[in-house]
């Protein structure tokens, strides 16, 4: 019996890949080459519109808006340009409103990684023309939904599961986010908090491959990182800095929730009024002109206000614009439904936010406050506080900011958890009627044997009488409450099962012949030695809801009963677990107090 048991844990492994893998990582590579070059042209589409809108001539080069100076005509870019996404929302896709990952999310989880082969197209071309005709937006969303729509259509080129879909469309997403900011290892930890919703090898080995595969050829495409080089900060900040790391974790938590509050308090009012959701987008742009109007650097991607704002040389009034102007022109946009990412606007802001906090905050260094309020700006907003934390150091590869970063970035997160149910992310799928839970556990049921839920106190009828025979046995109320009786030999090996209304007929009108003969043959069983999660599985594939137990396939001997109710009895350890409170250790003082009454 040991022998059997000890034979069957070997089997049991810690993960669940298979060979298959090696084939869905080759694909995962290919997807990373040529995620790469998406990324490129979505960042060569968007400086070929900036010049457009803003100076009226071709070429690829980025350039800022700010730089224009067109006076009140620079109102009609952002309005055009929303106008044109409008038109392209409507009579293209619906898919390319919004920022992508909410997207991407609805297509992992409820439309089996499908993506339309128009979203691929349609997608960077409404996001480059979204930002380039001054949108306050990045490219990192659009790229990711554009690298997963293209992992998406490449899968759906093979017979592959829909996990396999999934893995290869978080692929493409991982791998344009890779190439588009040199940060291979921040996109597969966004992958993994947000878009594969699962901590397994046969997911993460893909993706991180393809994610290497873009990181490296972006070397080729677009240079090395970091794409925010910072000058140095010290290696210890002392107690003063660390508890201004918490302060600044709390407002980027405070600021996280009025951002997310703001982006849909917008939405709300677009759908309110009384026109078709297509001109939305332009109501929105016009918003953004006059935002521009206020303050230039509001618009476009930004990266170099990002730049300066971490080399420490902004005035004031350029913190104070982005935190007012910026926030409000992008969430008002982002509720319109237009096209755009929010990575780069939230490390705008974030930066901004750790600019005004430098004013009384430790001096600890050049920009040491504005990256460490971006960091935390992400994990608070977004929900990805490990994806906030790479991020932060892949962008400016400051290996000394890690302690500051994870305390800011944990409390950023801490905060927003507790006071909103759902991130800016997940709101907008919710709102689409769905829900989904981003905290991974493992599964109770896979640590859990049948072994230890399994019922022993049941009725076996032996294999070798006739129904008429066994019909005086079975009287009591006991075995009336059992649904499902397995039919033995003299060794108690199991022979087969009748349910209890099959046997009530044989019992009713014995039919000839022995149980072994009348029973079912090859009956759905479990295994004492195998984890409860398979048992599900298999309850779930078969619609059998009772299963004997039995010792192993090679000697079959019964041990017991398995039914649904016993799993979910199996779940209630689980919620006591949570829920029930007790003193394990108690502290007994040696010299107590006596009592007054004590006393002699």
Known sequence: MTT???????????FTMTNRTIWISGLAIFIGVVSSFIALAL??????????????????????????HLGYWGILPPVVGALIIGF????????????????????????????????????????????????????EGPIIMTGGAFGSMIA?????????????????????????FASPVAAVLLAVELLLFEWKPRSLIPVALASVTAGAARRYLMGLGPLFPTPAHPVFIGPQGLLGCVVVGLLAGLLSTLLTAAVYASEDLFAKIPIHWMWWPAIGGL????????????????????????????????????????????????????????????????????GLEAMFLPNLGAGFW????????????????????????????????????????????????????????????????????????????????????????????????????IGATLRTGHERRQLLYPVVDDE?????????????????????????????????VAYADEPLRLVVYRMAETGVTRMPVIEREETRTLAGMVSLNDLLRART?????ERTRERVLRVHLPFRARPADAKL
């Open 287 to 354: 918003v953004i002109g006059l935002g521009g109007l206020i303050f230039p650097q509001a618009l476009g991607v930004g990266y170099d206000t990002i730049g300066a704002l971490l080399q420490g040389d902004v005035p004031r009034n350029l913190i104070l614009g982005i935190l007012l102007v910026k926030s409000v022109i992008w969430a008002v946009s982002l509720g319109s439904g237009t096209s755009g990412g929010v990575l780069a606007p939230l490390l705008m802001m974030g930066g901004a936010l750790g």
């Open 88 to 139: 392209m929302a409507r009579y293209g896709s619906e898919r390319i409103r919004g920022h992508g990952i909410p997207e991407a999310i609805e297509a992992i989880l409820i439309n089996g990684s499908r993506v339309e082969p128009k979203v691929a197209i349609l997608k960077p071309l409404s996001s480059a023309i979204s930002i380039g005709s001054g949108g306050p937006f990045g490219a």
């Open 156 to 180: 759906q080129l093979f017979h592959l599961t829909s996990t396999e879909r999934k893995t290869l469309l978080v692929a493409g997403a991982a791998a344009g986010m890779s190439a588009t």
């Open 370 to 469: 504005p990256l460490v309020s971006m960091g935390a700006i992400l994990g608070g907003t977004m929900r990805s506080p490990f994806t906030g934390v790479i991020f932060a150091l892949e962008l400016t590869h400051d290996i000394n900011m890690m302690v500051p970063l994870l305390l800011a970035v944990t409390i950023a997160h801490g905060f927003t958890v507790l006071v909103l149910k759902r991130s800016i992310l997940t709101e907008k799928v919710a709102r689409r009627g769905y829900h989904l839970s981003r905290e991974y556990s493992v599964d109770p049921l896979e640590i859990l044997f049948v072994r230890e839920v399994m019922r022993n106190n049941i009725v076996a009828l032996p294999g070798d009488v006739t129904p008429a025979e």
């Open 4 to 14: 059997s048991k000890n034979t069957h844990s070997d089997a049991l492994g810690d």
């Open 573 to 577: 350890r689980t919620l006591e677990e």
């Open 43 to 68: 960042l060569k589409l968007i400086g070929i519109f900036t010049n457009l809108f803003f100076f009226q001539r071709w070429s690829t080069t980025m350039a800022s808006p700010a730089d224009a």
């Open 492 to 524: 108690k090996r199991l022979l087969g099962v009748l349910t209890r209304n099959r046997l009530e007929e044989m019992l009713h009108d014995p039919p000839p012949g022995q149980l072994r003969d009348l029973a079912k043959q090859d009956p759905v």
